[in-house]
């Protein structure tokens, strides 16, 4: 009998631990930019003023910094709150929309116990409450180890298809596509202006490359990434990577992890319809406008 109640102390002892484990991560995401850098080396309808711009308003969309918090089975995902530049203008606010298709703004939650996410969205002044289910990535357990942190992390990848509304893995249309829209220039002879986002196109699929420790026991990553024997350290998603650059085990403040609330609910395939409809508005509306973000084909 005594045994008994030892073995049901422990019991309790230990399932009252696994539900205050508790971690916090630090990720630092970045995004190559180069294709576009080129692009716009490329096309005299830049100023330089405008051009350093641009360049300035990328590094803030493209290098981001997130916070992970997460227990056993569920996680938040968030972007470190900064603070706008003085005299924050209309352009701006633009480049603010773009970075939520970029990966930042909203928090990120997911249950991996019951294989969902949430996550809220603002997106042209509309607020979106997407909620789907996991992706189910079939990881590939590859026979590399390295140090990352302190920690031993062992490779695995992936291929999954690409979010319409992630726009991160955007890349220059190649020779033959490029090729095609040429036949559609003008018949009057004159040189055809087109939008800068027409250069390019994004792909159906990405192979991930994930790093992931043993040594932190939890099915958990930064984003959506997940499915793993340990937590996830590092992502190579395209042309994006996500590295972890601290974690703190039992943090003496604990997070409150919880789903976000806010927004019209909709999921992942009806926001990346709704994303993708409205750039193709904006799209045409900037047809034939001379502007920052235009570029000549030709010469």
């Known amino acids: 009998m005594k045994q008994f109640l030892s073995f049901l102390f422990l019991t309790f002892l230990f399932s009252v631990q696994a539900q205050e484990f508790q971690g916090m991560a630090i990720y630092e995401s970045k995004t190559s930019t180069a ?21 300035d308003r990328m590094k803030q969309m493209f290098e981001k910094t997130f916070v992970l918090n997460f227990d056993k089975t569920t996680s ?10 003085p005299g924050q203008n209309q352009a701006g606010s ?3 929309m773009v970075s939520s298709m970029l990966g ?16 809220d969205k603002d ?3 509309k607020e979106f409450l997407v909620k789907d289910s996991l992706p189910k990535l079939q990881w590939k357990i590859e026979g590399e180890s390295k140090q990352i942190g302190g920690y031993t992390c062992f490779k695995a990848t992936a291929i999954r298809p690409v979010s319409k509304s992630d726009f991160r893995n955007f890349r220059p249309k190649n020779a033959d596509t490029k090729k095609d829209d040429t036949k559609k220039t003008t018949t009057d002879g004159k040189e055809k202006t087109t939008n800068l986002m027409e250069e390019f196109e994004m792909p159906k699929n990405v192979t991930i490359t994930a790093w992931y420790t043993p040594d932190i026991p939890v099915s958990q990553g930064p984003e959506n ?37 806010n927004g019209k609910e909709i999921s992942q395939a009806a926001y990346d319809e709704t994303v993708v409809k409205k750039m193709e508005e904006l799209r045409q509306m900037n047809q034939g406008r001379n502007g920052a973000m235009q570029m000549r084909i030709g010469n």
Do not use: H
Request: proline share 4%.
């Open 35 to 55: 294709d576009v850098q080129t692009k716009m080396e490329g096309n005299k309808d830049i100023s330089p003023e405008m051009r350093q711009m641009i360049q």
């Open 76 to 85: 938040i995902y968030k972007e470190e709150e900064k603070l706008d530049a």
């Open 94 to 96: 633009n480049f603010k």
């Open 104 to 119: 930042g703004g909203g928090t990120f939650y997911k249950n991996i116990k019951e294989k969902n996410y949430v996550v």
């Open 123 to 125: 997106f042209m002044g």
């Open 225 to 261: 990434y997940w499915g793993l024997p340990g937590l996830i350290l590092e992502v190579t998603d395209g042309k994006t990577i996500i590295l972890c650059s601290k974690v703190v085990l039992n943090p003496k403040e604990k997070a409150v992890i919880k789903a976000p609330t």
